[in-house]
DNA sequence: GCCGATCTCTCAATGATTGAGATATTCTCC
DNA sequence: GGAGAATATCTCAATCATTGAGAGATCGGC
């Protein structure tokens, strides 16, 4: 009773913050675990998929970006793009213009599996935001948009500062 | 502007709010994988020593808690507890009343290491709330919890589904 | 054109993960 | 109380993803 006291800003200590970021992300860490094993998949393979899914596809993503994304080695990248590949998820094309580049590319049918088996995810998520008034859905959007990029510029920071 | 039809819900299509939770998860993804590469962890001893370090520690974190949380099997748990403990980063108790399970605590350690490295982190997390008015920082908090929470449930029931 | 830089792929070595089974403990129901 | 089912963790051999160094191919500046 005494502990539920405070309601704007003081309640949400910055630990009890990261806490919630952090079990948002481990919770949607875990589905991308679930959809690996019912699709026979590997939990980095699905990772690399769903970079591939939400890239825009004009261009496709690199396999480098897919190293920088996923955070692994470029064998490794290799592997995930074979393995993808072999399953008939994805395909590469070489860039014309530079071609030293490759990009990988969806097909349409990935798109409709992972589509489908994410559609109770999607449901999920305007579940939630129904809940909110349009301006908080804003402001919703508008956290998620700045935290991403001052996270991402820290790494890209500490990147620099390692060199 | 023409092309903006299927407004499920305000100015943000579904599919870009599904990405903005992707980017976000990624990039805390990629924050794991740094502090993997600095301390000589594994990107899953990160995941397990993070999930550890936010239990309780009061009653502690069980190896079955983590195979819940990581996604990962029984063996591969007993191994990252394995390195994690070797390292020195975290030991087991077995508890009293069910001599069956066992419980995970952190080494004072471990928090500071961790509380160090991810201090800038939490910078970044402060700078970006103190864009925030109080109640919005409030929606936001209740955002996450809620998605947390709806992720959770939609979990829990498709593994109630396939038994 | 030439040299350094960039991008991707190859390959052997390492080692993390799996998955079935063993062990120990608790719970349930007669 | 005791037999059997259920639960929690660990063991271990086999599998396979990842690493890290290096090769091959291509581009850009001078």
């Given at each position: 009773m005494v502990e539920e006291g405070?309601?704007?800003?003081?309640?949400?200590?910055?630990r009890e913050f990261g806490r919630l970021l952090q079990g948002l992300a481990s919770?949607?860490?875990?589905l991308g675990h679930d959809f690996a094993a019912d699709s026979g998949l590997h939990a980095t393979d699905v990772q690399a998929l769903l970079a591939v899914l939400r890239a825009a596809d004009?261009?496709?993503i690199t396999p480098g970006g897919l190293r920088a994304e996923l955070?692994?080695?470029s064998g490794a990248v290799t592997a995930v793009l074979d393995r993808l590949e072999r399953a008939g998820h994805v395909h590469r094309t070489r860039d014309e213009a530079?071609?030293?580049q490759v990009h990988v590319h969806y097909h349409p049918a990935a798109t409709r599996i992972a589509g489908e088996w994410f559609a109770p995810?999607?449901?999920c998520t305007d579940?939630?935001?129904?809940?909110f008034a349009p301006e908080q859905v804003a402001t919703v959007v508008r956290f998620l948009a700045r935290m991403t990029e001052e996270l991402a510029e820290l790494r890209r920071q500490r990147r620099a500062d390692r060199a």
């Open positions: 405070p309601v704007t800003q003081g309640p949400v200590t910055q919770e949607m860490n875990l004009p261009p496709g955070g692994l080695t530079d071609r030293r995810v999607a449901e579940r939630v935001r129904a809940e």
